[in-house]
């Protein structure tokens, strides 16, 4: 059995010289929450498994991801690295690769142009090609609204989810299931799935967003968004089939230790690496 996997994010605002980590809710009220490199090299002293990096303005602000901020933190880590956040072309992709990135993230470009997903599947393998997914619920209010839509019973009722790009800025009205699905084929390795609805709420996890993709897909899933408590990685893992779950602000406020979060799952019976 694969262990779960437990992934901190650094998402990463270079609107300043040099760049910062911050935290927000519901992708608004953006706090700080400290240095990449700095809580990078934490994470991987814990034992976190793998790191996502995101610069959360570059899409939005036309900008290159910050090579050099990225080539910084990954000589400070020995973890796989993740970074998203600007990627629109092969030759973006390959700058992070060759700044010591070992996967990338695509978001707003792999929706806007799906081929994108394609290309990078097939130069730089699937392994490395990872689409992340801002999702939100859109409730059904007629049946009309279902059409060629994936529809989920709720405890709160019917609903769809959508996908959100430039940073959870713009709705694109294509469905985040069907997205999920779509990128499979296209060759992505890892979809990593975050419920704008419960981004920074500390809720817990959509655990029927979550389901919902992985029932769907053969890849490994990331749950993202609202991780407040430790059990709520723990119902993630028992509700869904994700592979990994990731959370921001339980360690950037140091609410608890990547190592605190392994000992506990593996006290309540879930395979992590410790």
């Known amino acids: ?49 793998e790191l ?30 993740t970074v998203g956040g600007g990627i629109r072309s092969l030759e973006d992709a390959r700058r992070i690769f060759n700044a010591g990135a070992d996967k990338v993230s695509v978001n707003t470009a792999a929706l806007k142009n799906p081929g994108l997903v394609n290309e990078l599947a ?18 059904v209010r007629s049946e009309e609204e279902t059409r060629g839509r994936e529809i989920i019973d709720t405890r709160e009722g019917k609903c769809w989810f959508e996908c959100s790009f430039y940073g959870g800025r713009k709705f694109t009205g294509v469905d985040a299931i069907k997205w999920a699905m779509e990128v499979e084929e296209r060759g992505a390795g890892e979809i990593m799935l975050t419920s704008m609805d419960r981004d920074g709420t500390k809720d817990g996890f959509d655990l029927e967003l979550t389901a919902a993709v992985c029932d769907r897909v053969n890849m490994p899933v990331i749950a993202s968004g ?49």
Request: positive net charge.
């Open 122 to 139: 097939k130069r730089f393998g699937s392994q490395a090609c990872m689409v992340a997914i801002d999702a939100k619920r859109r409730y």
């Open 52 to 81: 996502v990096f995101l610069d959360i303005t570059a899409s939005h602000e036309r900008r290159e991801t910050m090579a050099h901020v990225i080539e910084k933190t990954a000589s400070n880590v020995f973890m796989p690295l």
């Open 226 to 274: 609202g991780c407040g408590l430790l059990s709520h990685i723990k119902d993630v893992f028992k509700f869904t089939d994700a592979s990994a779950a990731l959370a921001a602000s339980i360690f950037h406020y140091k609410e608890y230790t990547v190592r605190e979060v392994k000992q506990y799952l593996n006290e309540n019976s879930v395979h992590v690496r410790l």
């Open 1 to 49: 059995m694969l262990a779960k996997r437990i992934i901190p994010c650094l998402d990463c605002d270079f609107g300043v010289p040099g760049g910062r980590v911050v935290k927000g809710i519901e992708f608004k009220q953006i706090r700080y929450a400290g240095i990449p490199w700095e809580l990078a090299a934490e994470y991987d002293e814990q034992g976190a498994d």
